[in-house]
Antibody, heavy 122, light 108 residues
């Protein structure tokens, strides 16, 4: 069964850091691009970041550029999101999603994890 | 950035009725790069349609998509009780990848 399982969410103070992880199973992880997508409480979906199969290409939403870093470890079938300088507006449910192709653009998101909650509050 | 505008914001229908959801983009999007997702409360989004008109694996044929340029439509031919949810369109042909704000399909 194709599966993505996120972890690492929690309550964090503004200005602090958090690292999310997503473990993949049921498919050849290093063949596919990956994404992080978030959803603030009661709001719509917002693309956060994407990474190609070999980490050769990454991109970010303007709202997180310079603060968040996406990475992956293909040997561990894992995707990461390092979130620094967190703000209240980063409070959201964070999903990892698989691209149906080797890069994160030009391919739709065909598999989603169940997500992990990040709350930024003092 | 390509902005996607979905309408209506909320669609109230009875089971068995036809649902028509619209997605307009601020710039032309190749139909190859337009997708639709369904999200139910407390669940992750689920891919319904990709390439504007191709159904994802396991998606019933009452769901169909069409469109080109800046105008795209998702149609549910006869709404079933399990179809009441929020629907999002997405363009993935250029970064930043963007989503519409969603259309809520609710029971009338």
């Amino acid at each position: 069964e194709v599966q993505l399982v996120e972890s690492g969410g929690g309550l964090v103070q503004p200005g602090r850091s958090l690292r999310l992880a997503c473990v993949a199973s049921g498919f050849t992880f290093d063949d596919y691009g990956m994404h992080w997508v978030r959803q603030a409480p009661g709001k719509g979906l917002e693309w956060v970041s994407g990474i190609s199969w070999n980490s050769g290409s990454t991109d970010y939403a303007d709202s997180v550029k310079g603060r968040f870093t996406i990475s992956r470890d293909n040997a561990k079938n894992s995707l990461y999101l390092q979130m620094n300088s967190l703000r209240a507006e980063d409070t959201a449910f964070y999903y990892c999603a698989k691209a149906q192709g080797d890069v994160y653009y030009y391919f739709y998101m065909d598999v989603w994890g169940k997500g992990t909650t990040v709350t930024v509050s003092s | 950035e390509i902005v996607l505008t979905q309408s209506p914001g909320t669609l109230s229908l009875s089971p068995g009725e036809r649902a028509t959801l619209s997605c307009r983009t601020s710039q032309s999007v190749s139909s190859s790069y337009l997708a639709w997702y369904q999200q139910k409360p407390g669940q992750a989004p689920r891919l319904l349609i990709y390439g504007a008109s191709s159904r994802a694996t396991g998606i019933p044929d009452r769901f169909s998509g069409i469109g080109s340029g800046t105008d795209f439509t998702l149609t549910i031919s006869r709404v079933e009780p399990e179809d009441f949810a929020v629907y999002y369109c997405q363009q993935y042909g250029s970064t930043p990848i963007t989503f519409g704000q969603g259309t809520r399909l609710e029971i009338k």
